[in-house]
């Protein structure tokens, strides 16, 4: 489980982030997502802004995003919340980055079926490359974090970098995948098991086999 305190609260990290606020482009954003609520609910909209507060920061250092104090602040200010409200919502969702990260945040589930089908292969691929547990990498490009199950079991063992879920792994098709990202090239997303389109038994599907091809009606077999 990874540190979830935020950044120590330093001269520097107000220095940096002390003037913090939503770009035009962001904020049509955020104000679009607090209109999703009722009037005098805006505070719902709270994860959504702290999601977009995240991103911008990351185009602003060319991460993957975080959350520095100042910038918690900001978003409590947008909404009218108080801080800790904000600050309880950002520690306890893992989505929340709370130290700054590389340019791709590796995470890497180690939840039992993914650890039966070699998780800690992929954890040993990602140390050999230099990622630490928790720290950037000296390059600037690699976070490295262990997660807990994120939905994938079925195609297990899977690892998520940034927005994108990479699944079916072995170690061979993980260094693939970094090197084209380190190479800023977009790896394909997914299962990487030749063959498999989403998360359907290996061999094909067993059932809906209709649908395989087309979007078959099988109400009237019912
Ligand atoms: S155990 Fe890894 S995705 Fe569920």
Not at 16 to 30: D, L, M, N, Q, T
Not at 53 to 65: D, H, I, P, Y
Not at 67 to 93: G, K
């Amino acid at each position: 489980m990874a540190d979830r305190q935020p950044a120590p609260d330093t001269p520097e990290l107000r220095e940096r982030w002390g003037s913090f606020e939503f770009s035009p482009a962001y904020k049509a954003k955020a104000d679009k997502a607090i209109a999703r609520y009722p009037q005098g609910r805006q505070r719902s909209a709270v994860m959504p802004l702290l999601d977009l507060a995240q991103r911008q920061v990351g185009e602003e250092t060319n991460t993957q995003g975080w959350l520095p104090l100042p910038v918690i602040e900001y978003v409590a200010r947008y909404l009218d919340m108080p801080v800790i409200r904000v600050l309880e919502v950002a520690t306890f969702y893992f989505m929340y980055n709370l130290r700054p990260v590389g340019k791709y945040h590796v995470q890497v589930c180690g939840t039992t079926p993914c650890m039966l089908r070699g998780s800690d292969d992929l954890l040993e691929t990602c140390r050999k490359r230099g990622m630490v547990k928790g720290h950037v990498s000296e390059d600037g490009l690699w976070t490295l974090t262990e997660v807990e199950c994120m939905g994938n079991c079925a195609t297990a063992p899977m690892v998520q970098i940034n927005d994108d879920n990479y699944e079916d792994l072995t170690p061979e098709r993980l260094e693939h995948i970094l090197d084209e990202l380190a190479a800023g090239r977009q790896p394909k997303t997914g299962t990487q098991e030749p063959g498999r389109h989403t998360s359907e038994p290996l061999g094909g599907p067993t059932t809906l086999k209709e649908m395989v091809t087309e979007n078959h009606d099988y109400r009237g077999e019912w």
